[in-house]
């Protein structure tokens, strides 16, 4: 069992940043694939972006080149920098662990990019 919980969110400008924080516990973090991912209104629940156990990391088109994910195995902590938002990532912000065929889910944290 993985229990995540997730921080960092809130309102911003269009352009400006947010840095998301998913701190976890009650397993071995360091094991975990770790991604975050996003439910805009209306829309499916979307992959934004994956780090593997040895660091590798993915992204959906629409975030590359914005926001990066990162993992600090000794806070046991997995980050998302988001830069130059835009209204269109706009959506509750998941985090999630993965291992083999178990899967984890955060509560989710809201971001709002809004003038």
């Known amino acids: 069992q993985v229990q995540l919980v997730e921080s960092g969110g809130g309102l911003v400008q269009p352009g400006g940043s947010l840095r998301l924080s998913c701190v976890a516990s009650?397993?071995?973090?360091?094991?975990?694939?770790m991604g975050w991912y996003r439910r805009a209104p209306g829309k499916q629940r979307e992959l934004v972006a994956g780090i593997t156990r040895g660091g590798s990391t993915n992204y959906a088109d629409s975030v590359k080149g914005r926001f990066t994910i990162s993992r600090d195995n000794s806070k046991d902590t997995v980050y998302l920098q988001m830069n130059s938002l835009k209204a269109e990532d706009t959506a509750v912000y998941y985090c999630?662990?993965?291992?083999?065929?178990?899967?984890?889910w955060g509560q989710g944290t809201q971001v709002t990019v809004s003038s």
């Open positions: 009650g397993s071995i973090f360091r094991f975990y694939t």
């Open positions: 999630n662990a993965a291992l083999y065929r178990a899967a984890y």
